[in-house]
């Protein structure tokens, strides 16, 4: 059915991403701040809306995610809470990632070669992914990721947390992510 925000306001189809930012480049930065984004669902065939049930980055743009809960959101295919095909700077600030669920990447998917960095973050309870039940990050893509905690992740064939290319996990909680055994 479709997805209505929790505070009211537009109602949108199912299959579509709750929030969308795509826009060629204005040499802006853009934000989303103090935001829920919940119970998006990202299950119908086409690139922008297999992806990123939540939220479906695409900017040239640097952009700013702060202080959003992004929770119960659904992809058929990456980033059930986020996708993000940015090429801008793109960074998640002091964000909730909880109940999100996707193939790869159940609260972030980061399939391109770009350097987002995450700092203060928890990703709790994300999963039924294939990879990175809570971070899926693509070939050649370089993150940063500070402060935050990584609890109770699931996936069936990588670390339950994280699929990583070239990631700094500096001070990173890990708490009972679930994967496969070696």
Do not use: W
Not at 57 to 73: G, M, P, Q, S, Y
Not at 98 to 112: L, R, W
């Amino acid at each position: 059915g479709p997805v209505t925000p929790a505070s009211g306001g537009a109602t949108f189809p199912a299959a579509l991403n709750v929030v969308e930012v795509s826009a060629p480049s204005l040499g802006a930065r853009r934000s989303l701040e103090n935001l829920t984004v919940q119970n998006g669902r990202a299950t119908g065939f086409t690139a922008t809306i297999v992806n990123g049930g939540g939220l479906f980055i695409d900017t040239a743009d640097e952009f700013l995610l702060d202080r959003c809960l992004v929770v119960n959101n659904v992809a058929r295919a990456q980033g059930g809470g986020v996708y993000n095909a940015s090429s801008g700077a793109v960074t998640f600030r002091s964000c909730f990632f909880s109940g999100n669920v996707a193939d790869e990447g159940a609260a972030i998917a980061i399939p391109v070669g770009n350097a987002p960095v995450i700092g203060n973050c928890v990703f709790r309870r994300n999963g039924k992914a294939r990879n990175g039940g809570a971070l899926f990050i693509g070939p050649q893509a370089n993150v940063i990721c500070n402060n935050s905690i990584f609890d109770r992740n699931v996936a069936a064939l990588s670390t339950g947390d994280r699929c990583l290319a070239t990631t700094s996990m500096a001070t990173a909680v890990f708490s009972s992510h679930i994967a496969p055994l070696p």
